[in-house]
């Protein structure tokens, strides 16, 4: 069974930065053979869906994001470790929100059939 954990949450004051981690473990038809797997972070406000911020190809390592906040937020991953990151700079009170850690078997390139999920942390930012 996969299982994926992020780590990286906390709170920091509007313009402030922070990194989140996400580690993926177990086995199963997710990792596959050949890594063409995708990785991406959601966030989710209560009362609101969830909304996708930014994917990466575990493989390829192209990466895709919202434009709520390209230019702002970088993902990255280190495919050996099944780790994937997102860097987020110049942070806003609009970006508060739990920030889920997701995985799809199919290459990146929407916010649909991710079917794999963290628990999630928590991101809270502040004036």
């Known amino acids: 069974q996969v299982r994926l954990v992020e780590s990286g949450g906390g709170s920091v004051q509007t313009g402030g930065s922070l990194r989140l981690s996400c580690v993926g473990s177990g086995s199963g038809p997710l990792f596959g053979r050949d890594g063409s797997y995708c990785m991406g972070w959601f966030r989710q406000v209560p009362g609101k869906e969830r909304e996708g911020v930014a994917g990466?190809?575990?493989?390829?390592?192209?990466?895709y994001y919202s434009d709520l906040v390209k230019g702002r937020f970088t993902i990255s991953r280190v495919s050996a470790n099944r780790t994937v990151f997102l860097e987020m700079n110049r942070l806003e009170s609009e970006d508060t929100a739990t920030y889920y850690c997701?995985?799809?078997?199919?290459?990146?390139?929407?916010?649909?059939?991710?079917?794999?999920w963290g628990q999630g942390t928590q991101v809270t930012v502040s004036s």
């Open positions: 997701a995985a799809r078997t199919s290459a990146c390139g929407s916010w649909s059939g991710y079917n794999t």
């Open positions: 990466i190809g575990m493989r390829s390592g192209v990466p």
